[in-house]
């Protein structure tokens, strides 16, 4: 709020802080700040509802969402304005994101953050689409993104994205569920009417990066996270048919194998970092997550909906049994998985199947001819033969987030 309110001379702007169905002193830190601030609740636990109910209170022309793990940098507001005046067919100006640590990161860490962008960060170190200090992308990040208001309407506001938070432990609360796109299924709405998303370097941020994001629970989070957004997204937001369905779920299951031949390779040889997970343990979780939401939603061919449709309108308080009643217990067993939050690093083979192979449905889907050793390795032949690589649903996952390096594709 500091950083914002720092910046008062550059533009004529309002500042909306959005409570979401929060019971901490956010409601005390806002009004600290009467008449330079407005505070609006949103009692609907949802990343969308609460970017609703801010893009619903704003009032002006341009829209600028901020995470609230951010430092705003002098010159974002005024290079905003500029921009949108400049140039009109700017839907959307991704802002440049460099992380700023409370403490130093551990190595295997920054290993991970090359593999995979889960610091959610924003430059050319990271993405390697960005190349100019003012250029076109695909897509913007969430922590730092200004939309036209007029187009954010056009298009009906953001998708789903996640609905809670890690640290939920108490009364009608859930794990964190990863269900729609978010901001770049937004910018990806923007692009379909043929409006453009601009990065700009000097409408920046630093993002505060905690040592919670240096541990081994949070990654592991973050990756089981992402596969699952993944196969809902696949069915809600790209509409993917049958066949392309199960071609999405074969490219999976290679680089399933794939990268559980890299790790128990690294687990056997003791090749692994201590107090820490590899780049491909990340992987390994990434595909294995995804395969085990496409299982359920395989199998509950409506749940994808339902799932869709809360992460849109999100979960109040006196609903949550409600809602919670209308999924099925194969869902709720798979999102409540301890493996999620599990600390513990893998130290052997053993711990490995022990630990992650024995959970979820995915080993349900692949074929046992190619489980054993000879197998694995016939499967990554083909992943080379058939020139799979990338990710899914024909680049789903390349389109759309940051940097995976040519080493770890």
């Given at each position: 709020?500091?950083?914002?309110?720092?910046?008062?001379?550059?533009?004529d702007f309002e500042f909306v802080?959005?409570?979401?169905?929060?019971?901490?002193?956010?409601?005390?830190?806002?009004?600290?700040?009467?008449?330079?601030?407005?505070?609006?609740?949103?009692?609907?636990?949802?990343?969308?509802?609460?970017?609703?109910?801010?893009?619903?209170?704003?009032?002006?022309?341009?829209?600028?969402?901020?995470?609230?793990?951010?430092?705003?940098?002098?010159?974002?507001?005024?290079?905003?304005?500029?921009?949108?005046?400049?140039?009109?067919?700017?839907?959307?100006?991704?802002?440049?994101?460099?992380?700023?640590?409370?403490?130093?990161?551990?190595?295997?860490?920054?290993?991970?953050?090359?593999?995979?962008?889960?610091?959610?960060?924003?430059?050319?170190?990271?993405?390697?689409?960005?190349?100019?200090?003012?250029?076109?992308?695909?897509?913007?990040?969430?922590?730092?993104?200004?939309?036209?208001?007029?187009?954010?309407?056009?298009?009906?506001?953001?998708?789903?994205?996640?609905?809670?938070?890690?640290?939920?432990?108490?009364?009608?609360?859930?794990?964190?569920?990863?269900?729609?796109?978010?901001?770049?299924?937004?910018?990806?709405?923007?692009?379909?009417?043929?409006?453009?998303?601009?990065?700009?370097?000097s409408v920046a941020v630093f993002?505060?990066?905690?040592?919670?994001?240096?541990?081994?629970?949070?990654?592991?989070?973050?990756?089981?996270?992402?596969?699952?957004?993944?196969?809902?997204?696949?069915?809600?937001?790209?509409?993917?048919?049958?066949?392309?369905?199960?071609?999405?779920?074969?490219?999976?299951?290679?680089?399933?194998?794939?990268?559980?031949?890299?790790?128990?390779?690294?687990?056997?040889?003791?090749?692994?970092?201590?107090?820490?997970?590899?780049?491909?343990?990340?992987?390994?979780?990434?595909?294995?997550?995804?395969?085990?939401?496409?299982?359920?939603?395989?199998?509950?061919?409506?749940?994808?909906?339902?799932?869709?449709?809360?992460?849109?309108?999100?979960?109040?308080?006196?609903?949550?049994?409600?809602?919670?009643?209308?999924?099925?217990?194969?869902?709720?067993?798979?999102?409540?998985?301890?493996?999620?939050?599990?600390?513990?690093?893998?130290?052997?083979?053993?711990?490995?199947e022990r630990i992650i192979a024995?959970?979820?449905?995915?080993?349900?889907?692949?074929?046992?001819?190619?489980?054993?050793?000879?197998?694995?390795?016939?499967?990554?032949?083909?992943?080379?033969?058939?020139?799979?690589?990338?990710?899914?649903?024909?680049?789903?996952?390349?389109?759309?987030?940051?940097?995976?390096?040519?080493?770890?594709?």
């Amino acid at each position: 709020m500091e950083s914002v309110l720092f910046l008062r001379d550059e533009a004529d702007f309002e500042f909306v802080v959005v409570d979401n169905n929060s019971t901490d002193a956010t409601p005390d830190i806002v009004r600290a700040y009467e008449g330079l601030a407005k505070y609006v609740f949103e009692g609907k636990t949802s990343f969308t509802a609460a970017r609703r109910a801010g893009g619903i209170n704003a009032t002006g022309d341009i829209l600028l969402y901020l995470d609230d793990d951010v430092i705003v940098r002098p010159g974002s507001l005024t290079h905003i304005a500029e921009i949108f005046s400049s140039y009109p067919d700017c839907g959307v100006i991704a802002g440049h994101i460099d992380a700023k640590f409370t403490e130093d990161p551990p190595a295997w860490t920054l290993a991970c953050q090359k593999s995979f962008n889960g610091w959610s960060l924003f430059n050319k170190d990271t993405c390697n689409f960005v190349h100019t200090d003012f250029q076109e992308v695909p897509w913007a990040a969430g922590p730092v993104m200004a939309i036209r208001k007029s187009a954010y309407d056009r298009v009906g506001g953001f998708p789903p994205d996640t609905v809670g938070v890690e640290t939920n432990r108490g009364a009608k609360t859930f794990n964190k569920l990863y269900i729609g796109p978010g901001d770049y299924g937004l910018c990806e709405k923007i692009r379909r009417i043929g409006l453009k998303v601009y990065y700009c370097k000097s409408v920046a941020v630093f993002h505060l990066i905690p040592p919670v994001r240096f541990t081994i629970a949070f990654w592991r989070s973050r990756m089981i996270g992402e596969g699952y957004h993944a196969a809902t997204t696949q069915r809600g937001f790209f509409g993917l048919t049958r066949v392309e369905a199960k071609r999405a779920r074969l490219r999976a299951q290679l680089h399933f194998l794939q990268y559980e031949d890299r790790l128990l390779e690294r687990l056997a040889t003791g090749n692994y970092p201590r107090n820490g997970i590899s780049p491909d343990e990340l992987w390994v979780l990434y595909y294995k997550a995804y395969l085990d939401m496409d299982h359920v939603l395989r199998r509950y061919p409506l749940l994808w909906k339902t799932l869709w449709d809360i992460g849109d309108t999100g979960i109040d308080d006196e609903n949550y049994h409600r809602v919670m009643s209308m999924i099925p217990p194969e869902y709720k067993a798979l999102v409540a998985n301890d493996l999620v939050y599990d600390p513990l690093p893998l130290t052997s083979v053993m711990d490995y199947e022990r630990i992650i192979a024995s959970r979820g449905f995915a080993g349900k889907d692949i074929p046992t001819a190619v489980r054993s050793r000879a197998g694995r390795k016939m499967a990554i032949l083909i992943i080379k033969a058939l020139g799979f690589r990338g990710s899914l649903a024909g680049g789903l996952k390349r389109r759309f987030k940051c940097a995976r390096t040519k080493s770890n594709e």
